[in-house]
């Protein structure tokens, strides 16, 4: 072979030498071949194919990826509240109802309803003093096959003003004298009646465990164990208690007058703190019907005069409200009902013009029915747009086993109707 020479190299084909300058370059074999050669030498040929096939996988469409994107980036706050508009206009649109007369000797007053060891419990309060219940024997049993028997005649003279259920225990008051029912549900039989010297006009309860608090004549009671006959404490107001309500060792009150007052029940003394006064400056004064705490740091508020609204609990000295819920009417009528559901989403309450109305606890804004149909429907009726014969004295959301889903229960003169929230 011949020599190397410095700067030229030997080509065999044509016998000369030529220029390093003019020799072609091989270009290297490509990195994916390489790996691809190992790949077979070292995992086999199925190894191969598989990186083969990962390699050549088809992308996405842009439309899907776009699509992605944007549930990827919505918040869960929006997600929330888009689930919350579709509850609420589901729950408006509601048309299914069933109703039955009960066989009361005077119109209904309060109702309440739970459920222990399995079984639902329904109790009703009548203006003459009765006080019936009845047990369903299992989700089979339909409204219609209720059978109401009358438990007990608190005060002939006086009507049933609240009943209050928790865990097992159910407590009935009436508006006359200092007379309250007691029954653990646990034990049907055991029902016995306290009498509270010194205590009328009793018009609210609440009740907390075995703690209950009763909204009376100038002052609000406080019992510490209904079972034990513990001796009553004496939450002075000066104004008459029309509504009460308990968290945890805090106790609200809301009076005649229009104050609302928060007692700490850890304080020996009892001293209250006024919340809210201001906001009667420039307007009169108006009695507090009705008392709520929603998500623990707010309060709502229910007014004789129509207003209905919810304040922040964190800032008791502000007269603002967070929310006004519009349309709610009332002027001079004390009994009517009134409920908040158990996710503290959503408010219903009666009105005195024999109507219902329904609003978003988040929003503020109305519960908004579709178009009533024209001729209306007997059969199916939305409760929304309806008008009842009497107006409503009492409400309360459930949540019922079976077919029954979440309730609406409403009464008015001698009807009980349980009002199915989103069935149509």
Not at 332 to 343: K, M, R, S
Not at 368 to 374: G, I, L, N
Not at 390 to 419: F, K, M, N, R
Request: proline letters at 7%; one cysteine or more.
């Amino acid at each position: 072979m011949p020599k190397d020479l410095p700067g030229f190299y030997w080509d065999e084909e044509r016998n000369r030498y030529f220029p390093l300058s003019s020799r072609t370059k091989q270009a290297p074999p490509p990195a994916e071949t390489i790996r691809s050669h190992h790949a077979k030498g070292a995992r086999g040929f199925f190894d191969a194919l598989s990186e083969n096939a990962q390699k050549h996988r088809p992308r996405r469409s842009i439309p899907w990826r776009a699509n992605e994107m944007r549930f990827s980036t919505e918040s869960y706050t929006q997600r929330m509240r888009n689930s919350h508009g579709v509850l609420c206009a589901n729950y408006a649109s509601t048309s299914r109802a069933t109703r039955v007369r009960i066989p009361t000797m005077g119109s209904i007053h309060a109702f309440c309803s739970t459920q222990v060891d399995g079984h639902a419990w329904r109790f009703i309060g009548d203006d003459c003093g009765w006080l019936y219940s009845h047990r369903d024997s299992g989700p089979e049993r339909s409204l219609m096959d209720h059978s109401w028997s009358p438990d007990l005649n608190l005060q002939h003279t006086s009507q049933i003003s609240s009943i209050s259920v928790s865990g097992a225990y159910c407590v009935s008051t009436c508006l006359g004298p200092g007379k309250i029912s007691v029954q653990n549900l646990a034990s049907p039989e055991r029902l016995f009646v306290l009498n509270l010297v010194g205590v009328f006009d009793i018009r609210s309860s609440s009740l907390r465990d075995k703690e209950l608090v009763l909204g009376a004549r100038k002052a609000a009671v406080y019992i510490p164990d209904v079972e034990s006959s513990s001796t009553p404490q004496y939450l002075r107001t000066n104004s008459d208690v029309f509504s009460v309500i308990q968290q945890e060792h805090l106790v609200y009150t809301g009076t005649r007058n229009g104050s609302i007052e928060r007692f700490d029940m850890r304080m020996p003394t009892h001293r209250s703190q006024k919340l809210l006064d201001d906001r009667f400056k420039g307007a009169p004064r108006s009695s507090a019907l009705h008392l709520s705490v929603v998500r623990d740091r707010e309060l709502l508020i229910s007014h004789l005069n129509g207003d209905l609204m919810t304040f922040d609990l964190r800032y008791p000295s502000s007269a603002s409200p967070l929310r006004v819920f519009d349309g709610h009417v009332n002027t001079y009528t004390q009994n009517l009902g009134i409920a908040v559901d158990h996710e503290r989403d959503l408010l219903f309450a009666a009105g005195q013009d024999c109507r219902l109305r329904g609003w978003s606890l988040r929003t503020g804004l109305p519960l908004s029915p579709p178009t009533a149909p024209d001729p209306p429907d007997p059969l199916h009726f939305n409760p929304f747009l309806a008008s009842f014969s009497y107006p409503i004295t009492s409400l309360q959301v459930t949540e019922e086993t079976g077919e029954a889903g979440v309730s609406l229960w409403a009464t008015a003169d001698h009807d009980l109707d349980q009002i199915h929230l989103g069935q149509r």
